[in-house]
């Protein structure tokens, strides 16, 4: 069975880039995956950072892009910030009415 | 603004059913797709089910497929998950969302099912 993999952790300095990925165990994650980003702090509903692999939703601010990079979907945080500090999960669609999350990324700003 | 809203969770014991609702606001409620998606406790997002805006087309996760139901009512701006035979393993704050190209554009705040004896 395919699983969509992120890395479980990531720590970065303010003001830094940060590349965090999402991919499948088997096989490339393409545009067709329809890859999405959301960012999550604990207690609150998900937020919705980029959908159609680089499309970002409304208000989220341009240090967040989104892209395909190698066989993976990307989240790129430009600039980070003390308030990016939260889990990221990635969303891809499998086909066949089929979406799997990834486990998350927890980012840490320091 | 957009607005969802989710209601009906609480304490059920294993074997049990619950009917989750999400009531949708600030959009044009018949051109949109449903997502619920769960969250067990301090865990990941998981994909639950989804319910295309006509109703005609309906998606489940393997985990919950042949225990949930998932359904709409347009004419009160309204989604429901129908869930059966509950397990421990069905505890998760569920959030309703709007889909939106594959994905999802606005999240409900949760409500959360405690599956227990």
């Known amino acids: 069975q395919t699983v969509v993999t992120q890395e479980p952790s990531f720590s970065v300095s303010p003001g830094e880039t940060v590349t965090l990925t999402c991919g499948f165990t088997?096989?490339?994650?393409?545009?067709?995956?329809?890859p999405s980003w959301y960012q999550q702090t604990p207690g609150q509903a998900p937020r919705t950072l980029i959908y159609s692999t680089n499309t970002r939703s409304s208000g989220v601010p341009d240090r967040f892009s989104g892209s395909i990079l190698g066989d993976k979907a990307a989240l790129t945080i430009t600039g980070a910030q003390a308030d990016d500090e939260s889990n990221y999960y990635c969303?891809?669609?499998?086909?066949?009415?089929?979406?799997?999350f990834g486990g998350g990324t927890k980012l840490t700003v320091l | 603004q957009v607005q969802l809203v989710e209601s009906g969770g609480g304490v059920v014991q294993p074997g049990g059913s619950l009917r989750l609702s999400c009531a949708a606001s600030g959009f044009t409620f018949t051109t949109y797709g449903v997502h619920w998606v769960r969250q067990a406790p301090a865990k990941g997002l998981e994909w639950v089910a989804f319910?295309?805006?006509?109703?005609?087309?309906?998606f489940y996760a393997e985990s919950v497929r042949g225990r949930f139901t998932i359904s709409r009512d347009n004419s009160r701006n309204t989604v429901h998950l129908q869930m059966n035979s509950l397990r421990a393993e069905d505890t998760a704050v569920y959030y309703c969302?709007?889909?939106?190209?594959?994905?999802?554009?606005?999240w409900g705040q949760g409500t959360l099912v405690t599956v227990s004896s």
């Open positions: 088997s096989g490339s994650v393409s545009t067709s995956s329809f």
């Open positions: 319910m295309q805006y006509d109703g005609n087309t309906k």
């Open positions: 969302a709007r889909d939106w190209r594959y994905a999802s554009d606005y």
């Open positions: 969303l891809l669609y499998m086909g066949s009415g089929s979406w799997v």
